[in-house]
């Protein structure tokens, strides 16, 4: 006879207090009733786990529902000083950091291209400072800050590129300077946990969203979970491995297609995606005259 599922209550607790926690995030202030409703829990739960998340701080009265009488009708919502986390974009010319409330709203935001030979950490928390300073927030005010970079980055948040693996240090500087958790993802595969959170994905069990910028990217969403690959390799399609260019490397890259298009021919000039939709419209870019260029050129697809 197989043993009934069993947990300690201080996981239990905490279970619970997320699950309420995400419903004030996600819908606001609410009544007691409002909460037992929204996330199933009885009366008495309720109750034991908003005392537990006042006492944290997380949790404060606000206001209360005049179609209810008594003390049921009091509303409670995340506490206005709860804090906030960074999300930060970071590309290979510039930074963009905004500070999100526990409710999910931006609530400063601010953009910067990198400084020649200034190092990239130093110019993030100056980001970061700045954004601080615009809301009059204390640097403990930040929880937490999410990093999406471009590239490779493995499971434990480390970074690798044409050098070789970072080894975390790029997320370790920034932990150890900002004094709270950090948390390094593929800008592409954010941007694909999003739409598969509130955007286009989020009534699809799988899909493939591709990114054409300075070079290719995709993020792959199956059965609603982010597919990362072993290495972290899975849909960076720029950075396929390719004997012998080193795994980090850009096999498609505005440079790599520059030196193909001259080798054709072409303008090395030109952008991956002014190349992309040449081919796209069959039709021929500003060239060097070459008739290899013309051969290539016949071959594109018709829109």
């Known amino acids: 006879m197989s043993r009934p599922l069993a947990g300690p209550q201080g996981l239990l607790r905490t279970l619970n207090g997320r699950a309420i926690l ?122 937490l800050a999410v990093i999406g970079v471009p590239g490779i980055v493995t499971a434990d948040g480390g970074i690798r590129d044409d050098l070789g693996p970072d080894g975390g240090a790029f997320r370790a500087a920034l932990a150890a300077d900002l004094e709270c958790p950090v948390r390094i993802e593929n800008d592409v595969n954010l941007a694909a946990l999003a739409e598969l959170t509130v955007g286009a994905g989020a009534d699809l069990a799988s899909f493939a969203l591709l990114l054409l910028d300075d070079g290719l990217g995709a993020g792959i969403v199956i059965d609603g979970a982010l597919h990362r690959g072993f290495s972290g390799v899975a849909g960076e399609v720029m950075y396929l491995p390719q004997t012998p260019i080193p795994i980090g490397a850009p096999v498609v890259s505005d440079a790599v297609v520059g030196d193909l298009a001259l080798a054709a021919g072409g303008d090395a000039d030109m952008s991956l995606a002014e190349h992309l939709e040449a081919a796209a419209g069959a039709t021929r870019p500003r060239c060097v005259s070459s008739p290899r260029w013309a051969d290539a050129s016949s071959s594109w697809p018709a829109a």
Not at 86 to 99: E, F, Q, R
Request: contains cysteine; aromatic residues 2%.
């Open 22 to 143: 995400e419903a004030l995030a996600r819908s606001g202030p609410q009544t007691r009733a409002e909460l037992m409703s929204t996330t199933g829990l009885s009366r008495t739960a309720v109750t034991q786990v908003l005392r537990m998340l006042e006492a944290a701080g997380a949790v404060a009265a606000a206001g209360v529902d005049r179609d209810t009488r008594g003390p049921a009708a009091g509303r409670v919502g995340l506490h206005p000083r709860l804090g906030f986390a960074a999300a930060v974009h970071v590309d290979h010319h510039a930074a963009h950091v905004a500070l999100v409330d526990a409710g999910g709203a931006v609530r400063a935001e601010h953009h910067a291209a990198f400084p020649a030979n200034e190092d990239r950490v130093a110019h993030i928390i100056g980001l970061v400072e700045h954004c601080r300073h615009t809301l009059r927030a204390a640097k403990g005010a930040v929880h």
